[in-house]
């Protein structure tokens, strides 16, 4: 059973920088893709950002430029780096991944986070 645990939410004032990290257990091989989505209050969950095993990374249009994802394979782990932050990148932030390789085979599900909380406000 994959678990993730994600860290490194709070509160930040406008034009400041968090960074999200997520850690994925579950004796795990290989994760093809990982990622961040957020939902804030009233909407619909959006795409944050997703990186792909071999480095691939796409962006929501909202957040280009600012925010930067990475992963590291060996431990299983992606991180969100938010700099420039606006009040309206407030949401619960939840770590995804998909397609994993692990000692039970190969699962093309969803998995995700519990969700971390980001706060925008001077």
């Known amino acids: 059973q994959v678990q993730l645990v994600e860290s490194g939410g709070g509160l930040v004032q406008p034009g400041g920088s968090l960074r999200l990290s997520c850690a994925a257990s579950?004796?795990?091989?290989?994760?093809?893709?990982m990622g961040w989505y957020r939902q804030a209050p009233g909407k619909q969950r959006e795409l944050v950002a997703t990186i792909t095993y071999e480095g691939i990374k796409n962006y929501g249009d909202s957040v280009k430029g600012r925010f930067t994802i990475s992963r590291d394979n060996a431990k299983s782990t992606v991180d969100l780096q938010m700099n420039s932050l606006k009040p309206e990148d407030a949401a619960v932030y939840y770590c995804n991944v998909k397609g994993v390789y692990s000692s039970g085979g190969y699962s093309s599900s969803d998995y995700w986070g519990q969700g971390t909380q980001v706060t925008i406000s001077s």
């Open positions: 579950g004796s795990i091989f290989r994760i093809n893709v």
